[in-house]
Nanobody, 124 residues
Framework: QLQLAESGGGLVQPGGTLSLSCSGA????????IGWFRQAPGKEREAVSC????????DFLESVKGRVTISRDNAKSTAFLRMTSLKPEDSGIYYC?????????????????WGQGTQVTVPS
């Protein structure tokens, strides 16, 4: 089972850039689709973006399209999420998830392995 740890959250000013990392350990990172979800207070967790085993990216959330880039470095067992032009509504806990051997549409269902999450706050 792949264990995940997110890093890079914190306070980001409106219009700023968010850079998150997701490090995997305990299993072969290459074999997992990796994705990012987020959850704002009082709201459901929503899928943001995913990068497949074959390095194809899919952005799920309409509000972040054009602002988000997901990438991975299998040699470092790490995936990255970069989001620009941040808005207060981008605030929330950002979670990394991994889905063994599955495509991104499957990861979007939320059945994979999860990290603990990292808080991102964009003040209004």
């Amino acid at each position: 089972q792949l264990q995940l740890a997110e890093s890079g959250g914190g306070l980001v000013q409106p219009g700023g850039t968010l850079s998150l990392s997701c490090s995997g350990a305990g299993h072969t990172f290459d074999w997992y689709a990796i994705g990012w979800f987020r959850q704002a207070p009082g709201k459901e967790r929503e899928a943001v973006s995913c990068i497949s085993i074959s390095n194809q990216s899919t952005d799920f959330l309409e509000s972040v399209k054009g602002r988000v880039t997901i990438s991975r470095d299998n040699a470092k067992s790490t995936a990255f999420l970069r989001m620009t032009s941040l808005k207060p509504e981008d605030s929330g806990i950002y979670y990394c998830t991994a889905d063994y051997g599955k495509p991104c549409w499957h990861l979007q269902r939320g059945g994979g392995t999860w990290g603990q999450g990292t808080q991102v706050t964009v003040p209004s």
